[in-house]
């Protein structure tokens, strides 16, 4: 178990008052939080064969970690291919889980092919325009029936005090403020059943919060169509409070969106540690986390009419981007 441990199990023993004995005994996250909400789990198809029956078990939901990204689905103009998320939709299918569709539109992992022109230059708005429509209907054309709601917009806010929208974005620098727009009424004009998500991180926390709920209020005051809010949580030990994440969530809920717990994941470091200070979690660590874990839950639990979905960043505790965030694998390994 690595030191950045999301402890799922843990949680659930906590959460359901069974005592620590064994993995057989521990209970079904999915169903233990059935009646409130979905459990899911962000994999790439290589996690589908060892994680089997850990994923069976426990979740309801997938998201593709990577691979419906567009980098991923295609590197040069005109060529798309699928064979990785195809693999996790047929393992959705099989298994009859939910699958959440992660991301149409994001500044990061786009291949830069999109933003160009045949002599390298940027394109115009109108090109780039076309390029996100084209990109939003292979996606949903190929994956509108499995997947029930789609992060279409990723990360457009800004973490800058002073400015509302991340402007170290292509998207945004050749398109403008409305590209937000568009995403949106391009997803909904090629699924109209889709759920359709707006995606970020730090989304608890009161200025990026704020700036959120204003660009939600600006879509919905415009008729464009968007479902849900998704709040990432990449949280660690020592942040966010409890009690901030609850004002989040009643400010959110005021909004009449679903809400999706979307990239759920406790780190044992602060956001900006830049050395490890264990190397395996001490147990003070992991009791702390739990009871986090506990509070957390407690907390989504209260909100079960509009959290639907609460989805973990990653499978296991050996199976997580957190061993390399904030502090990398290497620097461990290394010492
Ligand atoms: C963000 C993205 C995810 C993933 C994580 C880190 O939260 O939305 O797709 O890249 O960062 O793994």
Do not use: C
Not at 131 to 155: K, Q
């Amino acid at each position: 178990m690595g030191a950045n441990a999301s402890l799922v199990l843990l949680l659930v023993l906590l959460s359901s008052g069974v005592a620590l004995g064994g993995e057989q005994q521990v209970p079904s996250l999915r169903e233990t939080y059935a009646p409130y909400f979905e459990i899911g789990a962000a994999v790439s198809p290589g996690v589908l064969y060892p994680y089997d029956e850990l994923l069976q078990t426990h979740f309801s939901s997938l998201t593709l970690e990577n691979a419906m990204k567009f980098v991923e689905v295609s590197r040069s103009p005109g060529s798309y291919r699928f064979h990785s998320a195809d693999r996790v939709v047929e393992y959705v299918r099989e298994h009859d889980m939910l699958m959440r569709g992660h991301t149409l539109v994001w500044h990061s992992q786009v291949p830069a092919y999109v933003f160009l022109d045949e002599d390298n230059q940027p394109v115009d708005r109108d090109t780039l325009l076309e390029r996100m429509e084209e990109h939003i209907g292979i996606m949903l054309e190929r994956y509108g029936d499995a997947v029930y709601a789609w992060d279409v917009v990723n990360e457009a806010i800004s973490d800058e005090a002073g400015e509302y929208l991340r402007t170290n974005s292509r998207w945004y620098e050749i398109i403008g403020e409305d590209y937000i727009a568009h995403a949106f009424r391009m997803a909904h004009a090629a699924d109209p059943d889709a759920k359709l998500f707006y995606n970020d991180y730090n989304a608890v926390q009161p200025a990026k919060r704020d700036k959120i709920i204003r660009l939600i209020k600006e879509l919905q005051a415009d008729g464009v169509p968007i479902h849900g809010i998704g709040i990432q949580g990449h949280w660690s030990l020592y942040d966010p409070p409890v009690s901030m994440i609850r004002q989040a969530l009643e400010l959110y809920s005021e909004l009449g969106l679903e809400i999706h717990i979307t990239e759920l994941d406790m780190s044992m470091y602060a956001w900006n540690s830049t050395a490890p200070s264990v190397w395996e979690p001490t147990e003070d660590m992991l009791s702390r986390q739990a009871r986090r874990y506990d509070e957390i839950f407690s907390l989504f639990r209260e909100f079960s009419d509009v959290i639907t979905n609460v989805t973990f960043w990653g499978v296991a505790d050996d199976h997580t981007w957190l061993d390399d965030f904030p502090v990398r694998a290497q620097i461990l390994t290394s010492l």
